[in-house]
């Protein structure tokens, strides 16, 4: 079951991983360095064979595992990400040509950049499930640390191992990974979309109607408890 507005929160989801898609394309077109995670990706291609979108896979699996201890459960934004994502990139790459001129490449790379800041709040906020990195990240951040923290740090680890399995790395990897964590820590919360408040009728977001008020229950009245404390009414003395 998805909780409402289902609609509003389909739509927030896929436009957020189309739109990483296209942020993830344009970093690629722009050819100044990968985000840390396809810089691993990458790495590892490399080194032990098998292509780097493979490779995405084989880690957001692996990623998913540690979702076990973070108590993380995943949804339907969580599966959506693999397929949606690399479907955007593989048409974004197979339409657009790369360009020469290192203004629009610089212009791809900070567009890129922002836009997946914003991607990465729609659809997280959209609260069907985050991807296997964004849930590591959320996963880490509810045990009392700061998103853009959290995010820095995965994205700065990502981005040294596959550094070192021969990865591509350049300025836009330097940039990517000191700008997501902000960016991220700004538009979660912004774009988030709030939860109905449980005991709503219909599953709306109305406040649920109060319990009514028992006569045990009423102020004053003395209960089961209060037997001994309360007070005697007046004259029983006298009915002594």
């Known amino acids: 079951m998805l909780p409402p507005p289902r609609l509003r929160r389909l739509s927030q989801l896929f436009l957020g991983l189309g739109l990483y898609g296209v942020s993830s394309s344009l970093l690629l077109l722009a050819g100044l360095g990968l985000d840390p ?16 979108g493979t490779w995405a896979i084989i880690a957001g699996a692996v990623v998913l595992l540690l979702w076990i201890p973070l108590r993380q459960r995943p949804g339907i934004g969580t599966l ?36 997946n800041g914003i991607a990465t709040g ?3 906020g959209a609260g069907l499930g985050p991807g296997p990195r964004d849930g590591l990240m959320t996963g880490w951040a509810r045990r009392g640390h700061s998103i853009w923290l959290v995010r820095t740090t995965i994205e700065v680890s990502a981005f040294a191992v596959g550094w070192a399995l021969g990865g591509n790395v350049g300025v836009g990897t ?3 990974a000191a700008s997501i964590g902000p ?9 988030a979309i709030p939860l109905p408040r449980t005991g ?10 109060p319990t009514p008020l028992t006569p045990a229950a009423a102020p004053g009245t003395p209960g089961r408890a209060s037997g001994r404390t309360s007070r005697r009414p007046r004259g029983a003395w006298r009915r002594r």
């Open 183 to 191: 960016l991220a820590h700004f538009f979660i919360p912004l774009l």
């Open 174 to 176: 330097i940039v990517y």
């Open 122 to 124: 729609a659809y997280i």
């Open 80 to 115: 959506s990400n693999v397929l949606v994502v690399g479907a955007v990139i593989d048409l974004m790459l197979a339409l657009v040509s790369p360009p020469h001129a290192l203004a629009a490449r610089i212009v791809l790379l900070l567009g890129g950049v922002l836009l």
């Open 200 to 209: 709503a009728r219909g599953g709306d977001d109305s406040p649920a109607a």
């Open 37 to 52: 995670w396809d810089v691993l990706h990458q790495g590892l291609s490399r080194r032990i064979g098998l292509g780097v």
